[in-house]
Each structure stands twice: as C-alpha cells, then as structure tokens.
C-alpha cells in the first residue's frame, strides 16, 4: 500500500489568501511605473489644464495667480503667430514621419528578404543616426538632402515650365508654387534622417513575428512577392506601423533647434519654440500652457486619424519571434533583389557617413563636409573653452543625469514588464493599453507642467528634475515585454515556482540573467534620449554650470560647435559600440518568418579560353592604372618617376583591349557552329545573356552617378538627359551625351559597346546566310566588313564633325566630348571589336583542325606581350590619336591587332595562359565591376577628401601612392559588393535558364 506524502496530506492555502499574495505581486512589480507616471505626469497635466484659466507668472507662488476665465484661449486663437507656428510644426512632423516610414518600411523589409542572417547587424548600422548628435552633421545631411531632393526640384520645375507652356492650363499654373518648399522639406529630412534606423528596427520586430507557415502556403497557392506582402505583410504589421509612425510623429513634434540667443523669427519658429519663450521670457505660464493644450488638441488629431485608419487593434500588439525561419536569404527575382541590395548599400552609407564627418569636421575651422583630417583641432578647442568656460562640466552633468535616468528606467521596466508578460492579475488588458498610451503621449504637452511641478517642490536648477520623470519608461516596458514574452517560457517560471521559487528568485535568477539584452537596449535608448534632451534642460537648468552638453552646445556656431558636439556624442558612439551586440538580441530581430528560402546556386566557372582571364585582367588594371598616374604631378618627380609615369598612362589603350576581347567572346560560339555546319545560336538568346550581362551592374552605377553628379557638380551641362541616353543605350550616338556622368566618365565605352554587340549579329545572319561554308569564306567575308568599316569611319571623320565653340578638355566633360568626336565613335571602335572576331575564327578553325598546345605557342605569346610591351614604351610620349589609321585611339590597327593575336595564341599554349590566369582571376571576375565603380570613387575621393587629388593635382608620391592604394581598395570593395549582389544573381539566373533549355532539349536531339 503506498501511503501519501506529507505534503500531499497539508492543507491547500486558504483561497482568499492565495488571491491576495498573487494580485499583491504584480501591484509591486508595477508599483515603481505607476509611482513616478502619477507623480510627474497626470498630476501635472491636471494643474496644467487648471492654470491655463489663470494669470500667473512661473517665477511667483501658485497664490499669487488671477483667474482670467477663457482670456487665454482667446488670446491664442486670435493670435497671429500662433497659428502659422502649429501648422509648420505639425506639417513638418508629418512630413518627417512619412519620409521616415517612406524609408524604414522597404528597408527593413529588404534586410528581412535579402539579409536574414545579417539583418540584425545592418539594421543596428542604419540605428547609428540615432545616436549621433544632430548638432554637427549640418554639413553632411545637406549633402544627403540635396542628392536627394535636387532631382525632385528638378522635376518639379521641368512639369511647372511645360504646365506654363500650355495656355489652357493657365490657372494650374497660376495655383501651383513656382518651386517646392525646400527648406521646409530639409527641416523634415534633418528630423527624419535620425529616426530612420529605430523604426527600422521596430519594423523587423513585427517582421520577424509573422509565422513564416503563411507565407509557404501563400507561394503554393502561386502567390507573387508583391502580394505576399500586401496580403500577409501588411496588415499583420498594421499595429506596429501604428505605433512606430506614432511615435515618429512625436518625437519630429517635439523637436527644436531653437538658439535662445538667437533673434526672435516667427517665420521659422516651432510650437516648443513659442510655448519656451511665452513662459519663460514672457513670464506667462498660463498663457503658455494653454498654448500646450491646444497644441495637443492639435496632435491628438493627427494621431485619432492614424488609430481610425491603421491603429484599432494596437493594443494586441505581438512581437514575440518566429522560430520557424531559417537564416538563409529569400529567393526573389533578381532585378528587385538587386534593386533593393543597392537600397540598402545607400542607406548604411547615410547612416555611417555622417558619423565619421561629424568627428572629422572636428578639426575643421567651420562646418564642411570632408573627409579629411583637418588642422583646427586646437583652435577649435580653444574657441569652445572661450565659449562655453563649463563645457566639462556640461559633459559630467549629462552623464550623471543620463545614467540615472537609464539606469532607473531598466529597473522599472523590468519590474513591469515581467508582471505583463508572464503574470496574470485583474486589468491586466487596461493598466498595459495605458502603458501604451503613455508611450504615445507627447512629451512636449506635459513639459510646462512639469516644470512647474518642479518649481512647487524646488526641484529647479537640480538634476533629479531631469532624471526622475525618466524612470518611467513606457517604451521600456513594451520591449521588455515583449522580449520576456519570446525569451522566458511559462513553463521553466511554473517549474521554478512549484520548486518554491518566491518573485524575487525568479527574478535574479532566471529573468534578468535572459534579459540582458533587452536591459542593455532599455539603457542604451533612454541614455541617448536623456542625453539629446535641451527643451526640459531648458526650462529647469540656468545655472551654466548646471546645463546639460546638448543645452550648452546650443549657444555655440563654428568650429567650436563642431568639435563640442563630436565630444558630446562620443559618449553615445562608444556606449553604441559596446551595446551593439545586444541591441538586435534585445529587440527581437532574430532569423524568422518570411517566404521560402530556396538554394543557392552558384555560378558556372567552366569554359573560358586560357589567357582570356588575364587579359581581361590586365585590361581592367591598365585603364585604373591610367586614372590613378593621371593625379600625380609628373612634372615635379624625378626623371625615372616622369617616365614610369608616362609609361602607365599610356594603359587607356586597355580599353580597346576589352573592345576585341568581347570580339572574340561573343563571336566564338557562332564561329564554332559555323564551322560545324549546324544553325547560328539564337539571337533573342544572344541578346537576353548580354543585356543580363551589362545592364544590372552599369544601369546601378549610372543612377549612384546621376545622383552624386547632381548633388555635386552643380553645373553639370543636361545631366538627366545624358543619363537617360546611357541607359538607353545611345549614348554614343551624340557629342552631348557621349559622357553619362560627370563624376564617372569611363561609362562611356559601355555604350560604344552595346552597339557593337548589336552589329555582330548582322554580320553573322549575313555569313550564315551564304550557303557554302568555308574558313577561308569566313575570314574572307569579315575582312570585307572590316575595310566597310574603315570607311565608314573615314566618312564620319570628314563628316561629323563638332564645331569648335567650347571644344576642349578646358570646358569640361562636355567640352572634352567635343574633343574626342568624331575620332571617338562606335562605328571606328568596332574596327578593335572585328580584330577579337577574326581571332575567335582563328581559335575555332585551330580547334577543329586539331591543332593543339606546343611549346611554340608559348614563345609566341611572349613576343606578343613584348611587342605590346615595347609599342607601349615607345609610344609613351605620342600624342593622342598618333600612330593610328584614321586618327582613331589607341593605336589603332596595331595595339588591337597584337592583342588579337595574344588572344589567338593564349588557348593553345602549354603553360603560360594557365600560369597568367591564375592569379588574375579574382580581378578578371570583378573586371566589369571594377570598371564601371572605379572612377567614380576617385571623384568622390578628390571632391569629399582631397581636392587636389584632380588631373596632376598631388606633388608629393608618397601622399599619392597612400591615397591610389586607398582608392585601389575601395574599388575592389565596391566591384565585390557589385559582382555579389547585382551582376551574379542575374549571371545564375541565366545559367539555371540556359540549363533548363540544354535539358529540355535533349529528349529531342535523340528522336
């Protein structure tokens, strides 16, 4: 018989003692929140509401006020300033947050889609604006707002002037601005530029919440990507766009660059502007705070239109991680996959760039945004010391202040957001949707009566008036929340209790040991709020010993701002770095749902001819080599340097080397079934592979081009016509257009040779066409094409010719075009492009006559390389379109005709094309990329960083040689990033294809 235990045979706890113990523990967990948000918060906001009706001055006793009755209301809507202010406020907050969100929500769900295992560490890059201090970046954002809006301006002033051509729109034209609101637009991108990285990260907490079950079963039913978000996506994330757009809101409404110094503007001020200055330099505090009031009315709008078209429900609102995801990247289609990777790679340059100018332009004697290390350093102190005698002591004080008030707000979190997560107590549902209430309560509204607040208890000109209304963190208790809620399971807390676990336990030892992160990110977030803060430190601190650094730094212009607001977000940056690992773990953003993951491929590596690599190589490095010898100021170097310097310029002739390399490419497989006997290979297929080939990564930097062209040569002649003409392909066919961007002139040939790529066809429907089939036909037949081209070119020569108003390289890209037409044209370059077709018919009539590998070969090849070798030493100091037939470039016919020649003899040597392709392939693979990047990164080198990085710009060979190398990384990096994540997925996708095709066709080959 088995006798029951002791414990079994206890009585159970009286219930009504049971109930009160566990209802008495979540009353303490929330006890902490609820404490400080009566205190500092309601309590307030009701004395506020009630001192709006009086007269009264914040300096005197709450005794001394006047009832005024209704005198303040109707002071503020009869007030003229009033008004405008609100509505700037208002529409510069919502311009904000809509840019805001207009970036955050594709950005995160790009990261979700294309960086899931990295998603996490890029969306805590793209937080770093968060952090910086927005005091110093003047000069970079207004880089970034002017890449950015001057095509919008643009665009809009195109539209205005042709509405205004047209009579019949008349009175559209007469309605409409005559341009758009920049400044008002620029003030809304400062705010938005800060906020972008956080909402990206509260995007991928609702992203990574969506059970990824779903979207398998919406790809079996045949659903798109497009549609997968809009039915799933979505509305799942509704709640949270609510929420952070909400929040957004806010914050962009409570946002000043007020100087108090500075004049009185009503034309630019904002609402916490004036509600600041009525109360304390009118000295009206029921004035001001009525004028609060109403402006909450204001944002209450706003905010009911956003909860009745987006918010119902938000209180549901869910975050905890799917666990069902997979870390791999989702199959999409190349072209958006590519499109949003260059999305990304544009907003971590946003994001990182801004931080590195803001601590360089610390050395700098007046805000510019270069990428240098200046030499005002000391003077920049000085002045700040001058300025600001207490800046130290500025510093102490907001780390004081600060960490206080991150350090209560963690506990405080802790404690509540354990007791939502994991406890159930009555109103539990009501006590957490006023948590969330409070997170979208704008500060500013509660701002003037806390500071009245903290005139009754006397808590003016001390720092507890700053830190202890922060430790009521409803922002931190919703991410507490919702981490416990994904990283503690109910039944490891049911086990530990029936163990006899008491709360406290609990909480030492399982909960804060997993939630970590989640605290560090809590401290991390109200650290830099309450080190960014001015408005409240405004209001309660005059004392300068006693300002906070961001409430001191408003008083200060120059290089004295510059190099005070690098030191005061060095705190912020270095807190960043070391909670970095922490923050993505603390918000959730983990691998999770999303659509299906599908393998990935890689591309095919077989086939190519020895030597092709190596001279694709060496092509690609002689044209970089030429762009980078061209910045060294030859004529103050030695004579050994002058004459090595003259010899790699001299590799712009790499070009005509790329020019019969795809020659010979492209025609080989129609040589091959030429002689063969069998039918020509497919022209739509012809022409599909070349256009995946060359229009991903060139149409990519082209528009990064445009847009760095526009923003930084201001007087860059028909920059979007020539932009369209190069992604159109015709670039070529006009003087105007011949170069598509300033900041990137190599991107000319690319169009030079797209047409070749077009007439090669023709002459092979031609060959093809003759019904004998011959070698000696064939080479006949293009060598009859190539003496048509000859003329062809020579009748352009004499008739296509530019006039000479501003021809020269004197007048710029334009004029330099001038300069090169007609000698440059792409019915003369493919006379190079013919030379690589003959030597692909030399290689397919070798092949298939058996003639394979001998040593002799190899000789031959090394007097070829040679030969190029010396012409290009000899030729060295020749002038431009020297030693050519038809004044055509480089060369021409012999440059080409050798490399065609080494090309030819490379396949069938026994060592020497292995042995020059093996270290070359890496750089012959990133050909391409290198090409179209490269030059564009010494212009941004020689305009963000050194401005005498320009054509014999640099003296010193050492300064030269550093900055080369530099840029020779950057190039490589950049061609990398290409060659990854927009030219391979094309290159893969058109294998698979051609794979697909080669399979299919099987079954009817054998029949």
Not at 43 to 68: G, H, K, M
Not at 641 to 662: D, K, N, P, T, Y
Not at 958 to 970: E, I, M, P, R, V
């Amino acid at each position: 018989m088995i006798r029951p235990s002791a414990a079994s045979m206890m009585s159970p706890p009286h219930p009504s003692r049971r109930r009160q113990r566990v209802s008495r523990t979540p009353a303490l967990l929330l006890a902490p929140f609820f404490v400080v948000l009566l205190a500092f918060g309601l309590f307030p906001l009701l004395f506020s509401f009630a001192i709006s009706f009086f007269d009264w001055n914040p300096l005197a006793t709450v005794s001394r006020a006047r009832f005024d009755g209704l005198w303040t209301y109707q002071n503020i809507f009869t007030d003229p300033a009033y008004w405008p202010a609100l509505m700037r406020t208002l529409g510069t907050a919502l311009k904000s947050a809509l840019m805001q969100h207009a970036a955050a929500l594709p950005l995160a769900f790009a990261l979700h889609l294309t960086f899931r295992r990295l998603q996490g560490v890029l969306g805590t890059v793209l937080f770093l604006p968060y952090v910086t201090s927005p005091l110093a970046t003047g000069p970079v954002l207004a880089l970034l707002f002017t890449i950015l809006w001057r095509p919008l301006g643009d665009l809009y002033s195109a539209l205005y002037s042709g509405i205004q051509a047209v009579p019949a729109l008349g009175a559209l034209a007469s309605a409409l601005p005559y341009s758009l609101d920049a400044a008002g637009a620029e003030r809304a991108f400062n705010l938005a530029w800060n906020g972008v990285g956080w909402n990206i990260l509260l995007y991928l907490m609702a992203l990574n919440a969506i059970p990824r079950q779903l979207y398998e079963a919406a790809q079996v039913d045949g659903a798109g990507l497009f549609r997968q978000f809009r039915r799933i996506t979505l509305p799942l994330i509704r709640p949270m766009m609510f929420v952070a757009f909400t929040l957004s809101f806010l914050a962009a409404t409570q946002a000043s660059t007020w100087n108090p110094s500075a004049p009185i503007s009503y034309a630019t001020m904002t609402i916490p502007e004036y509600v600041i200055r009525t109360s304390f330099w009118d000295f009206d505090g029921g004035l001001a705070a009525g004028q609060t009031w109403v402006y909450f009315a204001g944002i209450a709008v706003v905010v009911g239109i956003l909860y009745a078209l987006i918010g119902r429900h938000f209180t549901e609102l869910d975050t905890a991680g799917d666990a069902s995801g997979t870390e791999s990247a989702t199959h999409i289609a190349p072209a958006p996959a590519a499109a949003l990777k260059l999305l990304i790679g544009l907003a971590l340059l946003s994001a990182v760039l801004p931080a590195a100018g803001l601590l360089l332009n610390a050395t700098h004697p007046y805000p510019e945004f270069l990428l240098n290390i200046g030499d005002g350093l000391k003077d920049n102190y000085a002045a700040l010391l001058a300025e600001l005698p207490s800046f130290w002591r500025n510093v102490w004080n907001s780390v004081y202040v600060s960490t206080l008030a991150a350090t209560g707000a963690v506990l405080t979190s802790l404690l509540a957001g354990y007791a939502f997560a994991h406890l159930d107590f009555p109103h539990k549902r009501t006590l957490y949707a006023v948590v969330l209430g409070v997170m979208l309560f704008p500060a500013l509204a509660n701002l003037i009566p806390t500071v009245l607040t903290m005139g009754l208890l006397g808590w003016v000109e001390q720092p507890r008036a700053l830190w202890v209304p922060a430790l009521a963190s409803a922002i931190g208790i919703f991410l507490t929340r919702q981490y416990l809620q994904a990283a503690v399971p109910r039944s490891v807390l049911e086990a530990a209790r029936i163990d006899g676990a008491r709360t406290p336990a609990i909480l030492t030892r399982i909960v804060v040991p997993v939630a970590w992160p989640v605290m560090v990110t809590v401290f991390l977030l109200t650290f830099i709020t309450q080190w960014q803060t001015s408005l409240n430190a405004l209001a309660i601190l005059h004392d300068p010993d006693h300002r906070l650094v961001s409430q001191a730094l408003s008083l200060v212009t120059g290089g004295a701002l510059s190099l005070g607001a690098a030191i005061a977000t060095l705190p912020t940056l270095l807190l960043f770095a070391l909670a970095a690992t922490q923050l993505a773990r603390g918000l959730n953003i983990t691998t999770g749902g999303g659509p299906a993951a599908a393998p990935v491929d890689t591309v095919p590596a077989g086939g190519t001819l020895a030597g092709a690599d190596a001279v694709r190589a060496a092509a690609c490095l002689m044209v970089i080599f030429h762009h980078l010898s061209q910045r060294l100021n030859g004529n103050d170097q030695s004579g050994v340097i002058r004459e090595i310097q003259s010899f790699v310029m001299s590799g712009a002739v790499g070009v005509s080397a790329f020019f019969v390399l795809s020659g010979l490419l492209l025609s080989l497989p129609f040589w091959r079934r030429y002689l063969a006997g069998r039918n020509r290979p497919s022209l739509p297929e012809y022409a599909r592979r070349r256009f995946l080939r060359i229009a991903p990564g060139f149409w990519a930097s082209l528009g990064v081009s445009l847009l760095l062209t526009v923003a930084l040569v201001p007087d860059a002649v028909s920059p979007y016509l020539r932009a369209l003409s190069a992604a159109t392909f015709t670039s070529s066919l006009h003087w105007l257009t011949l170069f598509p961007a300033d900041l990137n002139g190599p991107l000319w040939s690319i169009g030079f040779e797209v047409v070749c790529y077009a007439l090669l066809p023709i002459g092979m429907i031609g060959l093809f066409a003759i019904r004998r089939r011959h070698p000696a036909l064939a080479f006949a037949w293009w060598l009859g094409i190539f003496a048509v081209t000859l003329l062809v070119h020579q009748w352009i020569l004499t008739h296509l010719v530019p006039d000479a108003e501003g021809r020269g390289w004197q007048y710029g890209v334009t004029g330099g075009s001038k300069y090169w037409v007609p000698n440059y044209n792409p019915v003369g370059l493919y006379g190079h492009y013919l030379l690589g077709v003959l030597a692909a018919g030399v290689i397919a009539w070798r092949t298939r006559s058996g003639r394979v590998t001998a040593r002799w070969n190899d000789a031959l090849a090394v007097l070829l390389i040679a030969g190029i070798a010396g012409l290009l030493y000899a030729t060295r100091h020749a002038p431009e379109f020297s030693f050519s037939v038809g004044r055509q470039p480089y060369f021409f016919p012999t440059f080409p005709l050798l490399v065609a020649a080494l090309l030819a003899t490379l396949p069938f040597t026994r060592f020497l094309g292995e042995w020059l392709d093996r270290p070359l392939r890496t750089t012959a693979r990133l050909s391409f990329g290198l090409y179209i990047w490269h030059y564009l990164i010494l212009e941004l080198i020689r305009v963000l960083h050194n401005p005498r990085f320009a054509y014999f710009g640099i003296d010193d060979l050492g300064t030269w040689a550093l900055t080369s190398a530099a840029a020779l990384a950057l190039a490589y990096w950049a061609a990398s990033l290409s060659y990854r994540h927009i030219e391979e997925p094309f290159l893969r996708g058109m294998h698979r294809k051609q794979e697909v095709r080669t399979v299919s066709a099987r079954p009817e080959a054998a029949d």
